[in-house]
């Protein structure tokens, strides 16, 4: 839809630009600075682009170009004016009568991207139950996978497992002395992982027990090898149901010691020694990467002879990028060194670097969370209090209902809840999650959205059966707003997949639902004439779909009834 408008525009400019004889600067993706503005359905800055260049005024680029510029019979664009140093771009009425007929159907948004990618999220340690900090990779990455599949992109989404560091020796040996509760498996994981630790801090002579456990199981011991597959599958399978919660799930685990067993880290560390750039040093084998700007050595393996995580991450990046064209790695804040040394030593490898995406931590009123030290909350705790927030909420709303239909919407409230609250900052940003602003049904939050989309619903379900229509009657400043706003669907999703910024389709979604209440609004459907009533009821079932789409791209339920 706006895709095309735009690919009409960037037709017009690069023509003028050639008629002009003017040098544009290939570098950006963006390079004719193409925006959606409060002043038109598209504004170009070209000119100050080109301005440094021509050495000329911006302005008198642009009326350059605007002289060189006539919109063509048949086209999406309407005018086109000069502004200044801006050239604004409008659509005209064929592509707004375009608009309302393709989204009429269900699958109507289709993207242009034909990459595959896989994003790698989550990959918490399996060492006890997500937290609101792991929730955010997850919501994060999930987000990105969906806007990727959603652009065209076929893709797979990866959970990376870690086996064999020195936190799960600790969850092996401690299963082993304390065994394991009936509590969910997560949770039962990190209980003996928290008293394993005591234990240890109580008498470091315990400590080499853990060493004596790593250097068996890289040393392929089958006994060692078998405990921590069943304590870590045990572990994972906590882990799966939190994020089925969330309605998140993975295509594929990869394990940290296929790589080990494989024989592809030995590689990656013979390549690395070939670089000349490795050395022992203070009992480690060691990667100096200062002519690259880091001051601190990367460790690749032990003095003890074994590995380390980044070691067996390079072998799996390196895999990774020999099986698709985009390779997406989702990491908090924390890993921000260590991703960087990753992405230099995979160029030393010449291997394809990842696009990687650093989030800031969210926390909760409550404070910070430690796994180690037992005082964390749990993803798990935080769903239970905003469905039961969500219940009180929903049966104050629909007290004639019954518990089972309020405890579902409940259940589907909460979730949309806590993953758009994620989601609608940027990664980079830090924030703080508020289940009070999060179920607020009034501000501008997932709720708000998943309203307005049931309201649509049951407008539709009020009228009945639909006959023909006319979108030509649609002549409302709202109802040209809404569908405006409905159009810039595949626009944002393509952005935002290229991107990798989740947070400008959640923002998309907020602004649809306020165009599309506005519209409701001051525009009645079923009280005014046939051929209008057909034309606006069209344009409901319309917005309908962009809303249901957006949500379930955002991977939020998309209510008929709440």
Known sequence: MFLDFMSEVETLLLGAIDQCRFELPENGSNRLQLEI?????????????????????????AEELHRSMTPGPGGLVDQIELAGPYLNFFVNRKFLNSVVV?????????GRLTDRA?????????????HVGHIRNSVIGDTIARVLKRAGSDVETQYYVNDMGRQIAIVVWGKDRYGLDSSKPDHAIARVYIEANRALNADPELKREIDILIERYEGKDQEVAAKVKS????????????????NISH??????????????????????????????????FQLDLSGYGFEKKMVLKRADGTSLYITRDLAYHRWKAQHCDRVVDILGADHKLISSQLRTALGLLGVREPEVVIFEF???????MSTRKGKFISADELLDEVEKQAFEEVTTRRPEEGEEFRRDVARQVA?????????????EKATTFDWKNALDFEKLSAPFIQYSH?????????????????????????EVALIKKIAEFDLVVDRSARELKPHQLANYARELAESFNQFYRFSPVLEVEPALRASRLALVNAGRNALRVTLETLGIPALESM
């Open 37 to 61: 503005s409060p002043h038109a359905d598209v504004a170009s800055s070209v000119a100050f682009r080109l301005a440094p260049v021509l050495r000329r005024s911006p302005k008198a680029i």
């Open 362 to 368: 969210v926390s909760l009123p409550d404070g910070s």
């Open 415 to 427: 979730l949309g809840a806590v993953r758009y609250d994620i989601i609608k900052v940027s990664p």
């Open 102 to 110: 393709q989204a009429q159907g269900q699958e109507c948004w289709t």
């Open 251 to 284: 295509d594929a685990y990869h394990w940290e010691s296929e790589y080990a067993v494989s024989g592809e880290m030995a590689d990656i560390l013979q390549r690395l020694e070939n670089t000349g750039l490795t050395q022992w040093e203070d009992g480690a």
């Open 231 to 246: 304590a870590v599958d045990y572990a994972i399978s906590g882990i799966e149901e939190t994020l089925r919660r969330l």
């Open 454 to 478: 049931a309201r649509a619903c049951s407008i539709l379900r009020k009228a009945g059966m639909q006959g023909s229509f006319d979108p030509e009657l649609l002549q409302d400043e709202n």
């Open 118 to 130: 896989i994003v790698e999220h989550t990959s918490a340690n399996p060492n006890g139950p997500l």
